[in-house]
């Protein structure tokens, strides 16, 4: 498989809850991007990674939320004491990086925190 | 910062119609990309279409084309011989050159109808 894998698909959580969402970009890509997207929204950009290093946060990532890419390849965000207003789809994206390259988007993680 | 503004929700034409996506979008740089996304349902999202706002001639891909006013800030797509597969949600996105963050609009619905 070649494209950014995402898991879990859905993901269901009680308010308060703890959740981890996993992110496989393309392989060759260094470039790994979270975005989230509400009900009739369009995605808004999180974060990103160049390789292991975290370029780049949105003063929408809380301190509730923390993403991680260990060692240059996958990539996680977790929630912490997750909110009904965490309810969203998570994207992830890869790239090669650089102003020429694509973006390519996994299917998602839904969050539905109830 | 900059805005991107989709002003049509959702639109629906009839297969093998032409139909036209209007956005229009705000930035004080000069150096940036365009482009149209589009999220068929429950699937990953897929460029469509790039436009380099130093390039002047409007890019063209098979079906799909933009009319981008640079002046004017508006970058129109036009899908030409519309096709079933072609239903789904169509995100207009900014980019500036040299930064990682893509900048959706709220998105357009479009229903090709049989």
């Known amino acids: 498989d070649t494209g950014v894998s995402q898991n879990p698909r859905h993901k269901i959580t009680k308010r308060g809850q703890n959740v981890t969402f996993r992110c496989d970009p393309i392989?060759?890509?260094?470039?790994l991007y979270w975005y989230r997207q509400t009900l009739g929204q369009g995605p808004e950009f999180l974060t990103y990674?160049?390789?292991?290093?975290?370029?780049?946060k949105s003063r929408l990532l809380s301190d509730r939320f923390s993403a991680e890419r260990p060692k240059g390849s996958f990539s996680t965000l977790e929630i912490q004491r997750t909110e009904q207003g965490d309810s969203a789809m998570y994207l992830c994206?890869?790239?090669?990086?650089?102003?020429?390259?694509?973006?390519?988007f996994g299917q998602g993680t839904r969050l539905t925190v109830v | 910062a900059q805005t991107v503004t989709q002003s049509q929700p959702e639109m629906s034409v009839q297969e093998a119609e032409t139909v036209t996506l209007s956005c229009t979008y705000d930035?004080?740089?000069?150096?940036?990309?365009l482009f149209w996304y589009k999220q068929p349902p429950s699937r990953q999202m897929i460029l469509v279409i790039r436009?380099?706002?130093?390039?002047?001639q409007n890019a063209t891909e098979n079906r799909f084309s933009v009319n981008f006013q640079k002046a004017a800030k508006s970058f129109s797509l036009k899908i030409s011989d519309s096709q079933l597969g072609d239903t789904a949600m169509y995100f207009c996105?900014?980019?500036?050159?040299?930064?990682?963050?893509?900048?959706f609009g709220k998105g357009t619905r479009l229903h090709i109808l049989p």
């Open positions: 994206a890869s790239s090669l990086g650089g102003p020429d390259t694509e973006a390519f």
């Open positions: 392989s060759e890509h260094n470039r």
């Open positions: 990674f160049q390789n292991e290093a975290q370029l780049e």
């Open positions: 930035t004080s740089e000069n150096n940036y990309y």
């Open positions: 436009q380099e706002a130093y390039k002047q």
């Open positions: 996105a900014f980019m500036k050159r040299w930064d990682d963050k893509i900048i």
